[in-house]
């Protein structure tokens, strides 16, 4: 009998031994995660970038990152990220810096924080010189470039027969392989909700009968305008113009009418010369935009200064010379044009290839 107890008192201490071998081993295993969840991964001084494409799982970039040495113990990541609830991970082109640990490499996935690139569509360049900034920077997904106009209408699906002033000027950002029509869009839907939203706080009685006409104002008033302070004083000459059945005689649209005719100077033969933007020639507002408005020149579209000047003549340090009548005009551009810059009229300068 005390054999017995003797030989289950053994066993019953072996037992409880294994099974505080046990778990110790699973506290130490447990400490031993954890503590590798917050490690800093193996990645170099200068950090690792990695493309997850679409499709590919979290598996696949922890296989990538572990032949490359960027990762230890892959199956760790992929068994936390399966018990936590954090294996729903986005595509993308990912930036880990030095000292990215495990979780804060998996909570970056799940986020979605991908690297992000920016294009800038500057104020008063035409909607093909935007094109062109598209079509130069090589992180877009590019569908538009080499189109037609019609071509790109089509693509794009919007609801507009020219795309000339629709596009807000603005920087803006998007990850890799972002398709240039979703730039595009975005774009459009920007200048469309602006526009409407300063239509409904136009100023009364302006000669517009439609949005689409105080677009076409605004993309003449960004081209003339030298100093930003003077868009809703140049946005009042015009406006009083229109009121007074007087043409608008405007450079800007001369040049865009003249398209690759420009270059650099405007004849008297060119301001004679009938084309539908010829401002000398025609009667009130040209039939599309001549530009990219900002923000600031729809603004003063929809609300021009008030007073009686009908004239105005750059300085050539960038502001302009007001006059109310033709005689006054006439002896500021005596004073003021042999002093101008030959390039003065010249559109803002083309994107440059990346």
């Not at 400490?31 to 590919?56: A, C, H, R, T």
């Not at 609801?159 to 730039?183: A, C, H, K, M, Q």
Request: aromatic share 10%; proline share 7%.
């Amino acid at each position: 009998m005390t054999k017995k107890l003797s030989l289950t008192t053994k066993l019953l201490s072996l037992l409880c031994a294994l099974v505080l071998i046990a778990m110790l081993s699973v506290v130490g295993a447990w400490f031993y995660f954890q503590n590798w969840l917050v490690s800093p991964l193996p990645i170099p001084d200068d950090g690792y970038s990695y493309e997850l494409k679409p499709g590919q799982s979290l598996g696949h970039l922890a296989h990538d990152m572990r032949l490359k040495g960027a990762l230890d113990h892959p199956r760790l990541l992929r068994l936390y990220a399966r018990f936590s609830e954090t294996n729903k991970i986005h595509a993308g082109e990912y930036f880990f810096p030095f000292g990215t640990t495990p979780k804060t490499m998996l909570e970056k996935l799940v986020k979605g924080d991908v690297i992000l690139y920016q294009v800038t569509i500057v104020e008063g360049w035409t909607v093909k010189q935007a094109f062109t900034a598209l079509a130069n920077e090589q992180h877009i997904q590019h569908t538009l470039a080499g189109k037609t106009p019609e071509q790109q209408l089509a693509l794009l699906g919007l609801p507009v027969d020219n795309l000339e002033g629709w596009i807000f000027p603005d920087t803006y950002r998007f990850s890799r392989n972002t398709p240039d029509v979703d730039i595009i869009r975005n774009a459009y839907q920007k200048m469309k909700l602006l526009l409407d939203d300063e239509w409904s706080k136009k100023a009364p009685d302006l000669p517009y009968k439609t949005p689409y006409e105080a677009l076409i104002m605004a993309s003449i008033i960004e081209r003339e305008t030298g100093h930003h302070s003077e868009r809703d004083k140049i946005a009042g000459v015009f406006v009083r113009r229109l009121q007074q059945g007087m043409k608008l005689q405007t450079d800007p649209t001369v040049i865009y009418g003249m398209g690759a005719n420009y270059l650099g100077r405007i004849t008297r033969k060119n301001l004679e010369e009938p084309t539908p933007y010829n401002t000398y020639v025609i009667e009130g507002l040209p039939p599309t935009p001549i530009s990219l408005p900002s923000a600031a020149s729809i603004r003063a579209a929809l609300n021009p200064a008030s007073g009686r000047e009908l004239y105005f003549v750059a300085k050539g340090d960038g502001t302009s010379e007001f006059s109310e009548t033709l005689d006054e005009h006439n002896q500021a551009v005596r004073r003021y044009q042999l002093n101008r810059r030959s390039d003065y009229r010249a559109a803002p300068p083309p994107p440059t290839k990346n």
